[in-house]
């Protein structure tokens, strides 16, 4: 039996069978629509999440399976003190697969230590968000086509942004990559990451401004810059335009270059960029969903 | 100039940095076993200037050397038997420990479910960097 704890759970070669998983279930979603009749996932959300619980239950869905769970930790017995080992035990009986989000790091490996059916990580505070990244890579691998020769930029928050930590993380493990870093000094990718990517030899360039390198960028994804990560507000307001996606800076981009963003937005895309046909940010959800259906066969061996 | 005596069967615990014997002591849980226990503190020593010592008599499966090497691994680990150095054991950073630090995230899972072991792994073994296996927090020296 597997779990999904970290992107990194998976080798490569597991990755692109996963990936070729989904993009049949995108071809072919008839194929699909019964082979999970008679299993349940249990969605244990600790905190809320809408987008990415939908997601999961969307995915078995119409897998034609059914859903059990809960979407806060108030509705659950960790109210009355359950540990989450306990909890899992418990959910064990009562479905096939679980995805679990915790708010705090590790949980879902806890669950998993304890679990008679495997466990999905579905976000575990800011340490990791698998699902995320899976979508993130089946996205860029469906819409150009591979996973390596290409530059990516990564804009907003490189600090705190877990999904971009994790993304990187999966990204190196493919050749030619180059990353471009497009952060204000406050918001600037951790040393252990360019640290990393310097031993491994991995090309990298860090940045202010987002205009400066758009012409490069084959993919760009969007995070948000969040005005309470700031000391003053003088230097937020001095700064977040620069990370504001909008058509003059999408002008300058290469006319293939593919736009991602985890969501929700708030500003930091400008609505008008919406019709831009490079702007894939609402495909990303959609995969998201392809992706978690092929990984829901996988882990439950169905396939 | 204080003198301790030989030991016939355990082990002599050489080079220690100077006032670490004590945290070796608890972290090798000699307090919970019923044997004889020589610390020596602030010996002079050539090498380190000062050093402590540690005589253990005990039986030499006994003990878990694997938190030696965690804690400093140039410690010189003699074994002794029927009262002679049969063998001077290297020190190789384990590859997980359990229960010797604990992980002072206050995001970890570890912080509120209190039954959870605090086990770290070796991450990194030229940077001798160990991390929490939940939440992957790097362990330092200053959260002891």
């Known amino acids: 039996m597997r779990h999904l704890m970290s992107p990194l759970d998976f080798s490569t070669k597991e990755l692109e069978k996963l990936f070729d998983l989904a993009n049949d279930i995108e071809k072919n979603p008839k194929k699909y629509e019964h082979i999970c009749e008679g299993r349940i996932l249990a969605t244990c959300f600790y905190e809320p999440s809408t987008r990415t619980r939908l997601s999961f239950e969307s995915a078995m869905t119409r897998l034609g399976g059914k859903v059990i769970g809960f979407s806060d930790a108030a509705s659950s017995s960790a109210s009355k003190g359950e540990s989450v080992s306990d909890t899992i035990r418990i959910i064990s009986c009562y479905a096939d697969i679980c995805a679990m989000r915790h708010p705090k790091e590790g949980a879902p490996m806890v669950a998993s230590e304890k679990s008679r059916i495997p466990v999905i990580n579905a976000g575990d505070g800011g340490h990791q968000h698998p699902t995320q990244t899976l979508t993130d890579l089946l996205t860029i691998r469906s819409l150009k086509g591979k996973l390596d020769n290409f530059t990516i930029g990564l804009c907003g928050d490189l600090k705190f942004g877990r999904t971009v930590h994790s993304l990187i993380n999966a990204l190196v493990r493919y050749s030619n990559i180059r990353f471009i870093f497009i952060s204000p000094e406050e918001l600037k990718v951790p040393d252990y990451i360019t640290d990393m990517l310097t031993e491994k030899q991995i090309p990298y360039e860090e940045v202010i401004r987002l205009e400066d390198v758009m012409p490069h960028l084959d993919i760009l994804y969007m995070t948000r810059v969040q005005k309470e990560r700031f000391f003053n507000e003088e230097d937020y307001v001095r700064l977040k335009d620069f990370y504001i996606l909008d058509t003059t800076k999408m002008a300058l981009a290469k006319k293939d270059m593919l736009v991602l963003h985890p969501l929700p937005r708030v500003n930091e895309i400008s609505v008008e960029v919406d019709e831009d046909p490079r702007a894939a940010y609402f495909k990303q959800a959609q995969y998201g969903v392809y992706v978690r259906m092929a990984l829901i066969l996988t882990l439950l061996e169905l396939v | ?144």
């Open chain 2, 1 to 144: 100039m204080l003198n301790v005596g030989k030991i016939e069967e355990g082990f002599v615990l050489d080079h220690i940095a100077a006032g670490k014997s004590l945290s070796l002591y608890e972290h090798l849980q000699l307090d919970k076993q019923d044997c004889t226990v020589a610390i020596i503190k602030n010996a002079r020593s050539n090498k380190m200037g000062k050093k402590d010592i540690l005589k253990v008599e005990c039986d030499i499966n006994t003990l878990d050397l694997d938190i030696l090497a965690f804690i400093d691994h140039n410690i010189t680990v003699n074994v002794i038997k029927n009262g002679e150095i049969v063998e001077k054991k290297e020190l190789v950073l384990p590859r997980q420990i359990k229960n010797v630090i604990r992980c002072h995230n206050p995001r970890c899972i570890t912080s509120i479910e209190q039954e959870l072991p605090h086990i770290f792994y070796l991450a990194d073994a030229d940077k001798e960097i160990y991390r929490c296996k939940y939440c992957e927090e790097k362990y330092t020296e200053t959260a002891k």
